[in-house]
């Protein structure tokens, strides 16, 4: 998984030449764009390893920030492409909150059929996720004061309707068989199904990126949305469509969360707003757009779930938790940067003339 560039005339002055195949692997890897990423989840997991010890390296340990790895990696990657595109969605936790809620009221309170709940509960971020992309490219607001509104909008939607419908802000669901087996099983009793849709969901979008024009597109309108309009690039529908991704992949996560958890709660997902955010970052992808790749998402996913659970491991005061977690994450966005540098300058050596 590595990341792509946009075929454009912004490329010619962003683009990644391939190493020199005589490079050492060393060599090769600093000029990798994902490499800054890949050091930084090794560093904290080596950090958290020695200081958290056989518990945090245990099987319960490694589900504790692979499962949220998961759920925050199904949110990150719509969410990073996005971003690749250069717009951002902050209204992932409301949409997350709405459709846990949706499923929970029509197949828990109403008694509906799960598959029902299921899919209106996608339905809705799908919809969210259209109105989100109409309103960016028809208004050209920026997209992070129309998700702001979105999000409040939508929390104070659930919120009013949970309580005109149910009384409640909490409601109880008993899924099926198949429902459960598909959404929120326990793997070995530990590890969420979640991870097994993370990572398909990883492996399709690579793909899309990678060997697909319309991953090129996305890199392209994240370089210089005016170019690639003027080459004939459908800009708006690409726009929309990644919005309703975005809103797809919050709605997703709610559906497993309410199915594993056999409820919802309209305070449900408001920590995904940011963290996705941070994940993605962290995982190299630009705030202005036009860089990124699958791959550096999935690290930056696995390393702000291995610092948010491993400082527990370390019996260290949690006071100081929020401040060990701020740091390390400062430090791998940093380290980020100067390989994405490293990566973006680098040139290969011509042969000299004899």
Known sequence: MTTSLPHTTAEKETAVAPPKQSESVLGQLRHRPEAGALIGTITVFVFFAIFGGE????PAGAASWLNIAAELGIIAIPVGLLMIAGELDVSVGSVLAGSSMTLAIVSGYWGAPMIVGIVLALGLGLL???LNGVLVTRTNVPSLVITLATLSGMAGLTLGLSRVTTGTTSVPVSPDPLSKALFGTLVAGQFEVAIFWWLGLAVVVTVLLQLMKYGNWIFAIGGDKESARA???PVDKVKIALYMASGFGAALVGVIQTILYNGAQVANGQSFVFNSIIAVVVGGVLLTGGYGSVFGIVLGTLTFAIVNQGIYYTGWNSDWASL?????????VLMNNTFRRLA???KPRTAKKA
């Not at 060990?324 to 791998?332: F, M, N, P, R």
């Open 55 to 58: 518990k945090f390296l245990a």
């Open 128 to 130: 969210v996720g259209l």
């Open 324 to 332: 060990i977690l701020g740091i390390l994450i400062l430090a791998a």
């Open 344 to 346: 973006l300058s680098y």
């Open 231 to 233: 080459t004939g690039i």
